[in-house]
């Protein structure tokens, strides 16, 4: 079945960078849209940025410039570079497999990305502290 173990979070202060990955296994991962998702305590789940097969990107406004998601076809990784961290990226992060690629503008919101959800791991948790 479908395994995602999302690693590398952890405490970090503002303006820092961190990379965070998420292995993948029990499916063709070349063929699916892949994202990442964060859920701050209290909130919804919002869409960070997703990544299709080939390597076409989209990214939530308020990543854009600072966050990179990238994806390894071969050893089925995905990854989120992120950069200039701020203390509202607090959050779980969760690697997920869409059913298809976000084609609104707010995509990101929790109302849509939650519709677009078919599986996703566990999480790893990003602090970011001012």
């Known amino acids: 079945q479908v395994h995602l173990v999302e690693s590398g979070g952890g405490s970090v202060q503002a303006g820092d960078s961190l990379r965070v990955s998420c292995a993948a296994s029990g499916f063709t991962f070349r063929n699916y849209n892949m994202a990442w998702v964060r859920q701050a305590p209290g909130k919804g789940t919002e869409g960070v940025a997703v990544?299709?097969?080939?390597?076409?990107?989209t990214y939530a406004d308020s990543v854009k410039d600072r966050f990179t998601i990238s994806r390894d076809n071969v050893q089925n990784t995905l990854s989120l570079q992120m950069s200039d961290l701020k203390p509202e990226d607090t959050a779980m992060y969760y690697c997920?497999?869409?059913?298809?690629?976000?084609?609104?503008?707010?995509?990101?919101?929790?109302?849509?990305?939650?519709?677009?959800?078919?599986?996703w791991g566990r999480g790893t948790q990003v602090t970011v502290s001012s």
């Open positions: 997920a497999v869409l059913k298809k690629f976000p084609r609104s503008s707010d995509w990101y919101r929790p109302e849509q990305i939650e519709a677009l959800l078919r599986t």
């Open positions: 990544i299709d097969g080939p390597g076409t990107t």
